[in-house]
């Protein structure tokens, strides 16, 4: 497995459905309780974003994003009321084949569903380092 970019500690993860983040990809919150028809509930979007108020126009929380060969790397994640509406800017990485991926920005939509709540990834944006 490799192992954390920059080695910090997150206090929440996302697990990836691929080796790498790219247009459609999935990523899920282990351990939350079940999104709604309108994405993740109350108590997770809390969580996730790391207030227990109305979001304010943007709120950052620090992530660890677990990709589907147990490679891994730090992330932020980005709430914010004006859209896009969730971004992910994840740190480069190492795939455990020993690809390297770059930084990157992502907008993420939720996805409704009565399981863990999940997101899709809607687009890349320009990396601002």
């Not at 079940?34 to 993740?40: L, Q």
């Not at 943007?58 to 730090?74: I, K, L, P, Q």
Request: no cysteine; aromatic share 6%; hydrophobic share 40%.
């Amino acid at each position: 497995m490799a192992g954390t970019a920059g080695g910090g500690e997150a206090g929440l993860v996302l697990h990836a459905s691929h080796t790498h983040l790219f247009r459609g990809a999935r990523l899920r919150v282990p351990g939350a309780e079940p999104a709604g028809p309108d994405g993740p509930g109350e108590r997770t979007r809390r969580r996730l974003i790391g207030a227990d108020h109305a979001l304010p126009s943007a709120t950052t929380t620090d992530v660890r994003v677990v990709f589907s060969d147990f490679s891994d790397a730090e992330a932020a994640l980005t709430a914010s009321e004006a859209a896009p509406a969730w971004t992910l800017s994840v740190e480069a990485y190492r795939t455990a084949a020993g690809t390297e991926i770059p930084a990157r920005v992502w907008e993420i939509e939720p996805l409704p569903g009565d399981g863990a709540p999940e997101f899709k990834v809607a687009a890349r944006r320009p990396y601002a380092a």
